[in-house]
């Protein structure tokens, strides 16, 4: 029987991707302390979670009115920590849970990426993830030496090579290469480390890699493009997927869509897993997560929203009136997460800032999934089933409690319906994920679908 993958959605700063998190009273309030972290990792593996992944940005949300002190004051996103140092006190306090982290392909060489990946994978015992994001907003640029993001479509024709080059270094050494052999004196065959000779328009990199491969080959690789480019990047690229689907009709239409992309790539679709991204409120009846609900969404202040609008979008939100509509100028020139500018055209065709704010539902938890554990397992298994989805990225409304009342109260009865998995199948992430080791240069045979 087919069964669900699940995902923590991780954030390595002050408070969950939902910027009012910090205030609720069971937030921890040590999110800089290493343990922290180990005990965020030990709940998702008792609750044999497929993976715990960090998002990442490089910048904190400043964008609104250009200036960080709204940020600090309120606590929106202000700390961010780098995700795969975290990663791996959390690999040291787990032993089967997945480690996943983002790292941009627009600020850093692809050497270097491939060189952080492995070794967290190789440190781990094979259980490293790579989520490959090319990065949004002016305010990331900035701190990397640039002056603003580069245009969309040229950020994945350059992540396209980034990913050549990460892939291929991650090749370099055969799996047979290292013999050790103390009274021959040979360490390594030579002739199974190969050097990558790369030259491409925007990437260049020689070899040879310097890092064995891992007991699951190579990290696996998490993409979440949501444009016609994003997807195609993703189908050719990626082996989790992450995906935000507004409703279930559209996501057992998109996900046919992208599965049936992935097989255009030369790929098998099985071997690609859609993850949908979802917010739940769980405990053990109905009625307490009723009143956990209420007490989370009195958090949220209005300059959360304004705040990540304006980071997500790469506009400036304080330029504008409340009820000012904007102008198809202003509406064309958002550069960042096009999908939230799309979703407020759709409902609102001049939309001012207040309609950004209400529909969009940035800053605050949108569409939680509220309920005690009948209610919850109903509504993924609706969506596992249908199918929209292969499994879930669970981001929280608050840490750990969040996680602990999924983990104490969903699992379990996902388990008992047959649709997650008692134990953990293996020990490298791979085999927990179901996909096989990956040949040598076996992605050398997929194409882009659109070539
Ligand atoms: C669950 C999830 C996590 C994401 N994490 C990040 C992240 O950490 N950093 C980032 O810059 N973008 C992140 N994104 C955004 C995507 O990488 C992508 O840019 C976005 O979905 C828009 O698609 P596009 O790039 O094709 O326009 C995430 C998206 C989803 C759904």
């Not at 060489?109 to 967290?120: C, G, I, M, S, Y």
Request: charged residues 25%; glycine residues 8%.
């Amino acid at each position: 029987m087919r069964q669900m993958i699940l995902i923590g959605f991780l954030q390595a700063q002050n408070c969950t991707n939902h910027p009012s998190s910090w205030r609720h009273p069971d937030s921890r309030t040590d999110s800089w302390s290493a343990d922290y972290y180990r005990h965020i990792g030990r709940v998702l593996e008792e609750g044999k979670f497929h993976l715990g992944f960090f998002d990442d940005r490089l910048s904190m949300p400043d964008m609104y009115g250009r200036n960080h002190a709204h940020t600090v004051a309120h606590g929106i996103r202000c700390v961010k920590l780098d995700a795969v140092t975290v990663l791996t006190v959390m690999g040291m306090a787990t032993e089967r849970l997945g480690l996943g982290a983002t790292y941009s392909t627009s600020y850093f060489e692809p050497f270097h990426v491939a060189r952080v990946f492995a070794t967290l994978d190789l440190m781990t015992g094979g259980r490293a993830a790579w989520n490959v994001v090319t990065s949004l907003n002016d305010g990331e640029a900035q701190n990397m030496g640039r002056d603003e993001v580069l245009d969309h479509d040229l950020r994945y024709d350059r992540a396209d090579e980034f990913m050549e080059i990460v892939l291929g270094h991650w090749d370099s050494w055969e799996d047979d290469a290292i013999v050790q052999d103390k009274a021959s004196g040979v360490f390594a065959r030579s002739e199974k480390v190969h050097r990558l000779d790369y030259r491409g328009r925007y990437f260049r990199s020689r070899g040879p890699f310097t890092v064995p491969r891992s007991a699951q080959g190579h990290p696996i690789v998490i993409q979440a493009g949501a444009s016609g480019r994003g997807r195609r990047f993703g189908a050719q690229w990626g082996e989790v997927i992450f995906v935000a689907y507004p409703n279930l009709a559209v996501g057992r239409r998109d996900y046919a869509a992208f599965k049936s992309e992935v097989a255009r790539c030369g790929r098998t679709p099985e071997h690609v897993h859609v993850t949908q991204l979802i917010n739940t409120v769980a405990a053990a009846t109905k009625a307490e997560a009723e009143d956990k609900w209420a007490e989370i969404d009195k958090l949220p202040l209005e300059i959360d929203a304004l705040s990540l609008l304006s980071e997500a979008l790469n506009f400036d939100f304080a330029k504008k009136g409340m009820d000012e509509p904007f102008t198809e100028q202003e509406l064309n020139g958002m550069s960042g997460l096009q999908g939230i500018r799309d979703r407020v055209v759709a409902a609102k065709k001049n939309p001012t800032v207040r309609d950004f704010i209400t529909i969009s539902g940035r800053g605050r938890v949108h569409n939680p999934i509220v309920g005690g554990p009948k209610e919850v397992a109903d509504q993924l298994e609706e969506w596992f089933a249908a199918p929209a989805c292969d499994g879930f990225v669970l981001s929280a409304t608050h840490v750990p409690g969040a996680y602990e009342d999924f983990v104490r109260s969903v699992t379990p009865e996902l388990q008992r319906r047959g649709l997650f998995r008692q134990d953990y199948a293996g020990i490298t992430l791979r085999e927990n994920l179901g996909l096989a080791l990956p040949a040598h240069g076996a992605w050398r045979h997929r194409h882009s679908p659109a070539g």
